[in-house]
């Protein structure tokens, strides 16, 4: 059995921190086509009740045709984190309609991967 290096998670444990899996937007459109970006950006509740203004990113890449999340990528706490269990689910074959599937963990930053339901423009 070979190793796949194509949906290696990574994480920069720099500040903040960042996570991803998968290919960027620019290459997840060369390979699959048409893909649907879901993106979110806010405040986490524990720096909102910390008095912290530490701000969050986090992007779901899905190939259109086949509903499969191809990629994940955040900015902020815990990245490093979050994306590693997200890399099980994109190395899974996981679809969109999984992550929608599923409840999140509230209130936690990677319950919103599994909440984003409006795409981008």
Known sequence: RTVS??????AVFTQPPIGSVGPGEK???AIHGDVTVYTSKFNAMKNNLSGRSEKTFM???V??????VVAAHMVGP???EIIQGIGVAVIAGATKADFD???GIH???AEE?????TPRD
Do not use: Y
């Open 78 to 80: 815990d990245a490093g």
């Open 59 to 61: 992007k779901l890449i």
């Open 101 to 103: 599937a599923t409840i």
């Open 5 to 10: 290096h194509s949906n290696v998670p990574s």
């Open 107 to 109: 209130p936690t930053a």
């Open 63 to 68: 190939d259109t045709a086949s509903d499969k």
């Open 27 to 29: 290459e997840a459109r």
């Open 113 to 117: 991967f599994v909440t984003m339901r």
